[in-house]
């Protein structure tokens, strides 16, 4: 079995853990911090815990941000957030003593706060108070935490600034300029997206590129208004203002391909003062490259197809089906091992095909009438179609199947991965993002074909199709892994290496305990994936979309 398998089973034998279904942003800022430092403010940093297996384990660190009792922190928390599993998390705030890095060992504790991702997605913005690890509130500290569902996000966005001409705010050296960039929210609150590195002793630095998320930037709404603050950096947390801009992601857009991206860095209060103040500087825009990234539920929302084909295994040695030791007995009560298989995962894919016809293959029996040896036949025995009506019409050729047939072999799958392969070829010559092909090969036995096998996937991994196998029965599955791309990348004899990672080898017998549910969700679990894989790498976006845009450019040179 694979590599990656052995990580999945090992988490918790006989249960499977149910796919993440989207990725959340987390955003941490907090209120009236105790105050550590003898001469100066707390430096405070935020450390994200998450409870995995009976232990804390430490997820990632936000910035330090210096001698401040009131912190926004720039740095995001990504997570996958799982709707069946509660997540507790535990955000613990310390005063850094001295670099900013994954251990706070000799960092002071400010306060911590427990809860699950669940209520924070329920809440979108939460409030807590801090505590001590007396279990006593930390005075009047407090540590928001704000959610963000970027699932569903159309992309991102690289940015990068520069200023010219800033005003000088110190007497005996230049300003030490940082950029921090908003988004205001409905309500008018500010949120903030990013805080730019400082630039030491410059009037016109040029800050390092930075990449967000649409949804982060501007909740995937381009006319909400951005709003950017200039500041002089202080070492003591007392950063002089020099400025501010408003603009929205729309406007930038515009100014950037008409080479106009800048604007003026106003200082408010100067400009009610001083008679022929026009500007503290001006703020460019010296980058902009939009990336679309599209989902797996875009391109099924889009129309495009599932097609499932199932390849059953009809060699010598499973068994007399007539034999109740035989892989395929067909029990009065309890479904075999194949049907049991063939039944989870085609209930999922059968709701993404609309016609809801499936092709079912056999291979390794011989096959009437002239009981020649067959690697790619049609268990209805309709050559000229080889598709069931629904899961159950798979399921009655299946079992009307067995009596006619003898079982033999070798075990060759890579006729039914070539048969299939040919379809796909043909929907690749249409250049859209319409049907999709899933072969579920169920087989109790290590293929004796392997080299044309991995000549067939190496091919198929630049077709729109994924190949499943399920190993049935207690055999030693050991020489399968080289098929799973989870131990490296696949190439044929030949030499050459598969473009996408395309197979998923499951053992049955680990997942005998499971629901059906949870092993189609692991079967299943790579196949989302694959699928935006491919149709990414051929710059395709889903049915009734424009091609894939990106835009890079040098900026405006006043």
Same mark, same amino acid.
């Given at each position: 079995?694979?590599?990656?398998?052995?990580?999945?089973?090992?988490?918790?034998?006989?249960?499977?853990?149910?796919?993440?279904?989207?990725?959340?942003?987390?955003?941490?800022?907090?209120?009236?911090?105790?105050?550590?430092?003898?001469?100066?403010?707390?430096?405070? &940093?935020?450390?994200?815990?998450?409870?995995?297996?009976?232990?804390?384990?430490?997820?990632?660190?936000?910035?330090?941000?210096?001698?401040?009792?009131?912190?926004?922190?720039?740095?995001?928390?990504?997570?996958?957030?799982?709707?069946?599993?509660?997540?507790?998390?535990?955000?613990?705030?310390?005063? &850094?003593?001295?670099?900013?890095?994954?251990?706070?060992?000799?960092?002071?504790?400010?306060?911590?706060?427990?809860?699950?991702?669940?209520?924070?997605?329920?809440?979108?913005?939460?409030?807590?108070?801090?505590?001590?690890?007396?279990?006593?509130?930390?005075?009047?500290?407090?540590?928001?935490?704000?959610?963000?569902?970027?699932?569903?996000?159309?992309?991102?966005?690289?940015?990068?600034?520069?200023?010219?001409?800033?005003?000088?705010?110190?007497?005996?050296?230049?300003?030490?300029?940082?950029?921090?960039?908003?988004?205001?929210?409905?309500?008018?609150?500010?949120?903030?997206?990013?805080?730019?590195?400082?630039?030491?002793?410059?009037?016109?630095?040029?800050?390092?590129?930075?990449?967000?998320?649409?949804?982060?930037?501007?909740?995937?709404?381009?006319?909400?208004?951005?709003?950017?603050?200039?500041?002089?950096?202080?070492?003591?947390?007392?950063?002089?203002?020099?400025?501010?801009?408003?603009?929205?992601?729309?406007?930038?857009?515009?100014?950037?391909?008409?080479?106009?991206?800048?604007?003026?860095?106003?200082?408010?209060?100067?400009?009610?003062?001083?008679?022929?103040?026009?500007?503290?500087?001006?703020?460019?825009?010296?980058?902009?490259?939009?990336?679309?990234?599209?989902?797996?539920?875009?391109?099924?929302?889009?129309?495009?197809?599932?097609?499932?084909?199932? @390849?059953?295994?009809?060699?010598?040695?499973?068994?007399?089906?007539?034999?109740?030791?035989?892989?395929?007995?067909?029990?009065?009560?309890?479904?075999?091992?194949?049907?049991?298989?063939?039944?989870?995962?085609?209930?999922?894919?059968?709701?993404?095909?609309?016609?809801?016809?499936?092709?079912?293959?056999?291979?390794?029996?011989?096959?009437?009438?002239?009981?020649?040896?067959?690697?790619?036949? @049609?268990?209805?025995?309709?050559?000229?179609?080889?598709?069931?009506?629904?899961?159950?019409?798979?399921?009655?050729?299946?079992?009307?199947?067995?009596?006619?047939?003898?079982?033999?072999?070798?075990?060759?799958?890579?006729?039914?991965?070539?048969?299939?392969?040919?379809?796909?070829?043909?929907?690749?010559?249409?250049?859209?993002?319409?049907?999709?092909?899933?072969?579920?090969?169920?087989?109790?036995?290590?293929?004796?074909?392997?080299?044309?096998?991995?000549?067939?996937?190496?091919?198929? &991994?630049?077709?729109?199709?994924?190949?499943?196998?399920?190993?049935?029965?207690?055999?030693?599955?050991?020489?399968?892994?080289?098929?799973?791309?989870?131990?490296?990348?696949?190439?044929?004899?030949?030499?050459?290496?598969?473009?996408?990672?395309?197979?998923?080898?499951?053992?049955?017998?680990?997942?005998?305990?499971?629901?059906?549910?949870?092993?189609?969700?692991?079967?299943?679990?790579?196949?989302?994936?694959?699928?935006?894989?491919?149709?990414?790498?051929?710059?395709?976006?889903?049915?009734?979309?424009?091609?894939?845009?990106?835009?890079?450019?040098?900026?405006?040179?006043?």
């Amino acid at each position: 079995m694979s590599a990656g398998w052995d990580r999945r089973a090992a988490a918790a034998p006989g249960v499977v853990p149910a796919p993440c279904a989207s990725k959340v942003e987390l955003r941490v800022s907090c209120r009236h911090l105790l105050d550590r430092d003898p001469l100066t403010k707390s430096d405070p &940093s935020v450390v994200l815990l998450l409870h995995s297996q009976g232990r804390w384990v430490q997820v990632d660190r936000t910035e330090v941000v210096g001698s401040c009792l009131h912190p926004t922190f720039s740095k995001v928390f990504t997570l996958e957030y799982c709707f069946a599993e509660a997540q507790k998390l535990r955000f613990e705030v310390y005063d &850094s003593q001295g670099a900013s890095g994954l251990s706070c060992q000799d960092d002071d504790f400010l306060g911590g706060m427990e809860c699950t991702l669940g209520q924070i997605v329920a809440q979108k913005k939460m409030t807590r108070a801090l505590s001590l690890r007396s279990g006593r509130n930390a005075g009047k500290s407090t540590i928001t935490v704000t959610a963000e569902d970027i699932s569903t996000n159309s992309g991102f966005v690289e940015l990068a600034f520069r200023a010219q001409k800033l005003d000088d705010k110190d007497v005996f050296s230049k300003s030490d300029p940082f950029l921090e960039l908003y988004r205001v929210n409905e309500d008018q609150s500010r949120q903030l997206v990013h805080r730019t590195e400082v630039v030491k002793d410059d009037l016109s630095p040029k800050w390092e590129p930075f990449k967000v998320s649409l949804n982060s930037l501007c909740s995937g709404d381009e006319t909400r208004p951005l709003k950017g603050l200039v500041w002089d950096h202080d070492a003591r947390g007392k950063h002089d203002f020099i400025g501010e801009f408003t603009t929205t992601f729309a406007e930038m857009q515009r100014a950037f391909r008409g080479g106009q991206a800048q604007w003026e860095c106003v200082n408010a209060k100067y400009k009610r003062r001083k008679r022929h103040y026009k500007n503290s500087g001006v703020v460019i825009l010296a980058e902009l490259k939009c990336s679309r990234v599209h989902s797996f539920l875009d391109y099924v929302m889009g129309g495009c197809q599932i097609h499932f084909t199932v @390849a059953i295994d009809f060699t010598a040695s499973n068994g007399d089906p007539r034999n109740s030791c035989s892989l395929h007995y067909i029990h009065p009560f309890q479904p075999n091992e194949y049907l049991q298989a063939l039944l989870a995962v085609g209930e999922v894919c059968q709701d993404y095909d609309s016609d809801k016809r499936f092709s079912a293959l056999g291979f390794g029996a011989r096959i009437p009438p002239k009981f020649e040896v067959s690697h790619d036949f @049609a268990i209805n025995f309709h050559p000229e179609d080889d598709r069931c009506e629904g899961i159950q019409g798979v399921v009655q050729a299946y079992q009307r199947c067995l009596p006619r047939v003898q079982l033999y072999g070798p075990t060759n799958v890579a006729p039914v991965i070539s048969k299939v392969a040919r379809l796909a070829e043909a929907e690749e010559r249409t250049s859209e993002a319409s049907q999709y092909f899933i072969l579920l090969i169920l087989t109790d036995g290590v293929v004796t074909d392997m080299a044309d096998t991995r000549e067939a996937i190496v091919r198929a &991994s630049r077709l729109p199709m994924s190949v499943i196998i399920v190993g049935v029965g207690n055999a030693d599955f050991t020489d399968m892994q080289v098929l799973d791309g989870d131990a490296g990348v696949l190439r044929s004899p030949r030499g050459e290496p598969a473009l996408r990672d395309i197979v998923q080898f499951v053992p049955f017998r680990e997942l005998k305990s499971a629901s059906p549910a949870a092993l189609a969700k692991c079967v299943l679990a790579q196949v989302p994936r694959q699928v935006v894989e491919y149709y990414s790498h051929r710059g395709l976006p889903p049915r009734g979309l424009g091609a894939h845009t990106q835009d890079s450019r040098s900026g405006p040179t006043p």
